[in-house]
């Protein structure tokens, strides 16, 4: 068994989840905060047989796409000071992968 | 020494914590929410010397019980659609046991 | 690649992420509450090079330094009860590396 740890957007959650219980793959999700952007994003602690951690990647990837965003230039407040349009990164995931060494569902 | 993740219901969570320091187990308590049922619950990480993780089980199998309950003829409001009285199954635990490379208490 | 959990006191937290950050680690947050003392610390997840790990603990000992405090005779209500001045032992922080056997920025 693998225990695989994905931080990811909050936006990018509810569709993961979906797309994983549909696969019956269990999941537990964590709220958490990036360590430099300080912004809320989510851990999702994903326990999976062996052969099907490459499934949860390709799940992964399809959901979760990194993908570039152009910032209008009537943009919310935080970013006024910024030279609007600018080009910002959204989306992607990272993810860790460890070796379970036992599981137990008591 | 190994690093247990349990996952488990808030309502076993009390109980489950007092007999860990009562057993001087150390533990740390993390909110978390069912990717499935999307209710809250509880994963605890709980670090161990190898030679106890055995305990650990047994003080959650004692705790975490896994059990039918029927739910009245006048339950809550959630389920009012069902054909009541029926039957769910709640506690238990799932436990996910990972071999720990070094620890350090700073 | 190392996975490390450090839990640590809040007061120390922003100090370690910014030290992180400036160092170029990545980290990730997660609200947490200790088993014994029911108090609010926080988990740090930090994916490291395995070539690193050692200067992350450096990091850390540096930051969350474990130290003595006395508690005035006019301290806050909670500990009302005690013959004041005593002392506590304060910061610190616990360490866990694990071993990642893959990790993958999608
Ligand atoms: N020192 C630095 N200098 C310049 N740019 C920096 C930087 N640290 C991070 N970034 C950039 O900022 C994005 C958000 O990082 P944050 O730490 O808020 O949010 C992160 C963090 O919560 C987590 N994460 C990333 N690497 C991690 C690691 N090695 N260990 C633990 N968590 C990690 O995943 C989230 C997204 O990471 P992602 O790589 O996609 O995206 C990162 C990266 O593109
Ligand atoms: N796709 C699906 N189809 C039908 N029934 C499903 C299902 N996924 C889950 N269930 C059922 O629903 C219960 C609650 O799942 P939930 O994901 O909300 O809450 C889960 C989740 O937070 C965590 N969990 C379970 N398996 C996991 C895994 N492989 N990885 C990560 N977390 C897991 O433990 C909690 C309790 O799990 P438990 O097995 O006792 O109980 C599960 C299981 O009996
Ligand atoms: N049964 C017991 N009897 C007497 N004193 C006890 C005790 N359990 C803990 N303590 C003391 O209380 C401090 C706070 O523990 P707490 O569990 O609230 O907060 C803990 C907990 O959140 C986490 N932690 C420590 N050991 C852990 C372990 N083995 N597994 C998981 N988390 C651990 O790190 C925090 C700080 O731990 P630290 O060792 O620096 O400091 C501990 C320790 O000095």
């Known amino acids: 068994m693998k225990l695989m740890l994905a931080v990811l957007e909050d936006d990018d959650v509810p569709a993961l989840m979906e797309a994983l219980a ?3 793959i269990g999941a537990t999700k964590l ?3 990036g360590g430099f952007l ?3 994003n989510t851990t999702l602690l994903i326990g999976v047989e062996d052969t099907r951690a490459e499934e949860v990647l390709q ?5 979760a796409v990194r993908r570039r965003m152009v ?3 009537a943009a919310s407040e935080g970013v006024s000071h910024l030279n609007l349009p600018i080009e910002v990164e959204i989306g992607g995931a990272i993810v860790f992968t460890l070796d379970v060494e036992s599981f137990y569902r008591i």
């Open 22 to 24: 549909a696969a019956r």
């Open 31 to 33: 709220a958490s905060t």
């Open 71 to 73: 910032l209008p230039t």
């Open 59 to 63: 799940i992964i990837r399809r959901v």
């Open 38 to 40: 300080l912004q809320g």
